[in-house]
């Protein structure tokens, strides 16, 4: 059933009354949409299908008075999509996204379709204010009172009546993603608030049970809240015999709890396994059957898998280094694991090859890079329970 009641639900304050009135009656705990405030604190990065929106709303043309919506964005992640507007059961659309940490601009109406991007940077954690406004045949971006953008429309077709839905949506898209003129990754760590979207008061329908919380201060990492793992095919990471392969790490050790990265092929043994523990204070290394503990007070790490040997250099520091014997000979399946095994950030690699994991970290890795590149778990097969981007601060 479906919550709304039109002509009842006038205020936000009307919409929360009854929901808990509801809620105390039992209904809508089932199938029941969930409705917010298009105001409200939203992390983007919440679990759903990738390219669903986390929430949507929709209002008569005819209704509307503005034509601009503005919102606080803050985030760390370079790419997701952001809003979403359309008309005429999605024929004609616009989607606001980042790229490369820029706003892009994608908008189709009847048989044109544009893509522009431009401005500042937005993926520094700081809130940025963004407005969106539609002053035909000109849609306007303008980033935190200045940087304007303007994208203009010539439509060949005379002008229509403006009639129907409009629809907007926050965090995905309710078109086909076929149809977008610059292909991205939708997913988005990050947040948005105080929205006032085409200076409308009606409420938004969640597609989720309830709203992740926003953290009130983030710094920059990935963070793992100790509910799941992120995965890679060890095939993305070239492994060359010469140069080996190398895994830098950056965090405050002394505060993680759980393995930080395992390595291991279908079929054969673990091969590595970087594991915290809050208890002992200690992280400790495990290569094939041996086990190397250490001191968990240094906030640089950097492990080379070489052919024959594993380096372990902590700090930056050359006069604190850990080699350990690791390569073909020692362990038989070495190299097949570089080839085709699975890397996993924040948890341990059982037998199975689509095992769920366990021993998950609980704690926030500021870098993760492998080959002097960082790693995107955004390109990984993670739990939706990790930000990417961002940590608590
Ligand atoms: C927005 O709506 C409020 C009341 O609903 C009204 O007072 C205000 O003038 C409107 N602002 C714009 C820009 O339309
Ligand atoms: C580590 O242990 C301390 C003290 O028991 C606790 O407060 C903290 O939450 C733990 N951290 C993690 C990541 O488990
Ligand atoms: C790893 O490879 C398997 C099999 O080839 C594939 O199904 C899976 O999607 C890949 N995972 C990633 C994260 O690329």
């Known amino acids: 059933m479906r919550w709304r009641m ?3 639900c006038k205020t936000m304050a009307g919409g929360v009354l009854l929901s808990l009135s509801l809620a105390l009656l039992g209904w809508g705990a089932e199938g029941g949409k969930k409705e917010v405030s298009g105001g409200a604190t939203v992390y983007l990065g919440q679990d759903r299908d990738i390219w669903r929106p986390l929430m949507h709303t929709a209002v008569n043309l005819n209704e509307i008075r503005s034509i601009k919506s503005s919102f606080y964005l803050r985030t760390f992640d370079p790419e997701g ?17 980042l790229k ?40 306007i971006l303008e980033v935190d009172g200045s940087n304007r953008m303007v994208v203009g429309m010539q439509s060949k077709q005379t002008m229509e009546i403006l009639s129907g839905e409009l629809r907007l949506a926050l965090g995905g898209i309710l078109m086909d993603k076929e149809q977008m003129f610059v292909q991205l990754e939708p997913h988005m760590d990050g947040c ?52 080996g392969v190398k895994v830098e790490l950056r965090g405050d050790f002394s505060e993680m709890d759980g393995t930080i990265f395992s390595i291991k092929a279908s079929g054969q043994k673990l091969l590595f396994a970087l594991v915290a523990n809050n208890n002992t204070k200690e992280i400790t290394l495990t290569v094939g059957e041996e086990k190397v503990s250490m001191k968990d007070t240094f906030k640089a790490m950097v492990i080379i898998f070489q052919t024959d040997s594993l380096r372990v250099l902590r700090d930056g520091d050359e006069s604190n280094t850990t080699t350990l014997p690791i390569g073909p000979v020692s362990h ?25 994991g366990s021993q998950f970290l609980t704690g926030c890795l500021e870098k993760i890079q492998v080959q002097g590149r960082d790693l995107d778990l955004d390109l990984a097969v993670k739990h939706m329970s990790i930000s990417s981007y961002s940590c608590p601060a």
């Open 192 to 243: 948005v608030r105080g929205g006032s979207w085409l200076n409308l008061s009606i409420p938004w329908e969640l597609e989720a049970e309830e709203l992740w919380p926003c953290h009130q201060n983030i710094q920059p990492g990935s963070y793992f809240p100790g509910s799941g793992f992120a995965v890679f095919n060890t095939s993305v990471f070239p492994f060359e015999a010469d140069l």
């Open 6 to 8: 039109p002509g009842f």
């Open 81 to 97: 999509t952001v809003f979403y507007g359309d008309t005429k059961n999605g024929q004609d659309w616009f989607i606001l996204s």
């Open 332 to 356: 038989p399946g070495y190299l097949t694991t570089w080839k085709e095994g699975r890397l996993a950030v924040g948890g341990l690699l059982g037998e199975e090859e689509d095992d769920a």
């Open 100 to 139: 490369d940490g820029i706003p892009l601009m994608q908008i189709s109406r009847g048989e044109s379709l544009v893509s522009v991007a431009g401005g500042p940077k937005l993926n520094d954690g700081k809130w940025h204010l963004l407005e969106v406004s539609n002053q035909e045949p000109f849609v």
